[in-house]
């Protein structure tokens, strides 16, 4: 199953390429840690 995460708004455009529509994904937290800016662009996305 691929895994997915995103940085900021420019990533959004591209982190799901190569996964086909609506196949299951893994979403990915690694490396958030406590990085409060991190998190809102995860929230975001």
Not at 11 to 17: A, I, K
Not at 21 to 44: M, R
């Amino acid at each position: 199953m691929p895994t997915v995460s995103w940085s900021n708004k420019n990533s959004f455009l591209w982190c799901f390429d190569g996964i086909p529509k609506d196949s299951p994904v893994i979403l990915s937290t690694v490396g958030l840690g406590n990085n409060s800016e991190a998190w809102k662009a995860f929230y975001e996305g």
